[in-house]
């Protein structure tokens, strides 16, 4: 995967390279008149000047004569590299071997000029020589080489921009209410990254809030039920109530009061993101209470240590031996144990348990199938279960148990 910024700096660098090979052709070609005027001013230099077998005097008279009217110093070295004549100030022979004359600077006046002689010898001259190449190719030629970077770089951060134009337009829509807002994800980068969190958080919120609404409407609904059966005991009660009616009234009430709870504790899972209580339990110990509450419960295990909110690892716990009570065969087995940083507990009955295409929806709030019948409840206990676990850093899951039959294992952060 390409980073962005690695397509930023291999863009600035693909620039810089244009540039330079740009600049490096610009300078071939605007220098070629230069090394030319070398070459015939050092053969002008060679036909002025007497013979490298001269006498220093004739030389030295030449050279007079060559630099008359020059505001400059100019020193002529033989092939061994001594001085043998000097107008001015002598100068230094360079060390750079050259056969045409160097500008150091060519856009600068001073500029020390060297010629160097088919005898053999070197002139060396501060003489400002200056060679410039014609302003208007030079200038045209950085206006194309400008204008064809801001070209090349155009597409590309256009394309940039454009995909961030599209996640704007993602944003606003799912800020405008449309849940079902989504962004294509193009590319590999940043950028693209972004686009996948976003379609990730709006599928969250589109689930949770879808989450709150078949909450909210089949808690309304399920309401509704003891509510209705309540309200005909009522009636019945004023007339005289035998003992059957009076027990169905109680157990419409405990089922209307656990629904509530349950849908409360579900609620506060949602909002509070952390847990309200963080103590030290002992799993094993909280297990065998809650087991002294059911028959035909076996427990097994080893102690295991760890935090979290006692209270609703309790409901947990006794969701679990609620539903095995009601729609199990006992007896009911509980087994704590460790597996490496995780602790387990495993819970299931003598019955068959769930069929494996129901494993996941088993944990979907108010769904109460089992195979082809509905069960008896809320609907709600095994979603609390799942919902518990995740807030201690585990999950829950319907799993096959060693003699085949499925049973529930949860996991849990241990100490």
């Not at 100019?74 to 590299?81: Q, S």
């Not at 006046?109 to 410039?132: E, H, I, M, Y």
Request: aromatic fraction near 4%.
């Amino acid at each position: 995967m390409l980073r962005l910024y690695l397509r930023f700096y291999l863009a600035l660098l693909a620039s810089l390279v244009l540039f330079v090979g740009a600049a490096a052709t610009l300078w071939h070609v605007t220098s070629r008149p230069m090394q030319q005027a070398g070459v015939r001013l050092g053969q002008l230099v060679q036909n002025i000047l007497p013979g490298v077998q001269a006498p220093p005097s004739e030389q030295q008279d030449a050279l007079q004569r060559l630099a008359t009217g020059l505001s400059g110093d100019v020193t002529l070295f033989g092939p061994n590299g001594a001085v043998i004549a000097a107008v001015g100030r002598p100068l230094r022979l360079p060390a750079t071997d050259v056969r045409h004359v160097v500008t150091l600077s060519p856009w600068a006046s001073g500029a020390l000029s060297t010629v160097r002689l088919a005898d053999g010898r070197t002139l060396v001259a501060s003489v400002p020589v200056v060679f410039k190449p014609r302003p208007l190719v030079f200038h045209l030629m950085l206006v194309l080489l400008a204008a064809m970077i801001g070209l090349a770089a155009f597409p590309i951060v256009r394309q940039l921009s454009g995909r961030l134009e599209r996640l704007q337009h993602g944003v606003e829509s799912l800020g405008e209410g449309d849940l079902g807002a989504r962004v294509a994800v193009e590319g590999r980068d940043e950028v693209a990254r972004l686009a996948v969190s976003f379609n990730r958080a709006a599928g969250q919120i589109e689930q949770l809030v879808g989450a709150h609404r078949s909450l909210l409407a089949n808690a309304s609904h399920e309401l509704r039920t003891p509510l209705a059966r309540i309200r005909l005991a009522v009636e019945m009660l004023k007339s005289g109530a035998d003992p059957r009616s009076k027990a169905g009234l109680e157990q419409d009430i405990a089922e209307l009061d656990q629904l509530i709870d349950e849908i409360l504790i579900a609620s506060r899972l949602e909002a509070v993101r952390q847990r309200e209580a963080d103590e030290e339990i002992d799993l094993l110990a909280l297990a065998a209470e809650e087991c002294a509450r059911y028959d035909e419960v076996n427990l097994e295990g080893e102690s295991l240590r760890i935090h979290g909110d006692p209270r609703l690892l309790r409901r947990l716990l006794r969701n679990l031996l609620e539903n095995a009570r009601r729609h199990g065969a006992p007896p009911t087995q509980v087994r704590v144990t460790r597996e490496g940083a995780v602790g387990v507990l495993r819970v299931w009955d003598s019955g068959p348990g769930p069929m494996p295409e129901e494993s996941e929806r088993i944990f979907t709030p108010f769904y109460r199938r089992v195979g082809s019948r509905e069960t008896t409840g809320t609907g709600l206990g095994l979603a609390l279960v799942r919902q518990i676990a995740r807030r201690h850093g585990g999950d829950a899951r319907c799993a096959p148990m060693a003699d085949g039959r499925s049973g529930f294992v949860i996991t849990l952060n241990a100490q």
